[in-house]
């Protein structure tokens, strides 16, 4: 510490500090390595901090908006950390709606959790046909499957069909183990996950049962019409251009379509040109149609995943 150094005591009775800091103080020690200079010192709710004037001063305001996004949340990650930080102090979700999409498995609460997870969510309630493109762990298919359960839910749709390419990265269904289902299965899983989240296993179930919920490889969309439903094209980037041409005119009389994909993992082979790179290029002045980009601040994974991506946004930076 420098001789001027101050310090500064920083109340932290508005949030449970135990979790606030999280198991064996492990936020905290991720805090203190973004303020080097800093020496913070915890003492129940009560922080310490003890360096220039500058330094804490900028370290309140990052303080106050860490605050203010665990009270909103219930919680505090790394990753929020770094968006928080990355912003100036402004929280990840500081614009983003309390408005709850489902109440899912175990009291979990699915809402909106960054900007443009908001704006999906107004463009699906405003539009028909929404896309939305963005790199992975940014929410939107559970975002899109959270729309889905909520207009089931509120019998605004009869079913929920969701579907995604079933071949990726050049692999064959014929060489797998199993019967059809089995062939599938793991193709559609994430599909699955987000739906186990916000429905109890008995009535998943009978919606699986009953055609209520359908999962579905993109092939078996041919030649169907797709009435009073919330249809999901999920992994869209691998579908082809007759394909997802094929998709998007099996729209039928009140149904929404969401059309997810990451434009930086097309797995096709390299003569054939993602479906969905075009779709939006051809689509998104349509009357009724919206685009959504989103980007590593929706990142909702691990705060590594934001790290990564950015680090493959600049690859063509770095081979020039």
Known sequence: ???????????????????????????LDFVRLLFPKLKLVARGEMLKAIGSADDIDHFEGMLQAMMAHHERNGSLNENAIMQIMESGGSSPDAEVSDEILVHGRNGLLVKARTRNQRRLVDAVRNNDMVFAVGPAGTGKTYTAVALAVRALKNKEVRRIILTRPAVEAGESLGFLPGDLRDKLDPYLQPLYDALHDMIPQQKLATYREDGTIEIAPLAFMRGRTLDNAFVILDEAQNATSSQ??????????????????????VDLPRHQQSGLMQATQLLHDLKGIEVITLDHTDVVRHRLVTQIIKAYDNLPKLQD
């Open 1 to 27: 510490m420098t001789d001027n150094a101050i310090e500064r005591i920083f109340s932290l009775e508005s949030v449970d500090y135990a979790d606030f800091w999280g198991a064996n103080e492990r936020t």
């Open 244 to 265: 997802l041409k094929m998709f998007l005119t099996r729209m039928g009389r009140n149904a929404k379509f969401v059309i997810t994909g990451d434009l930086t993992q």
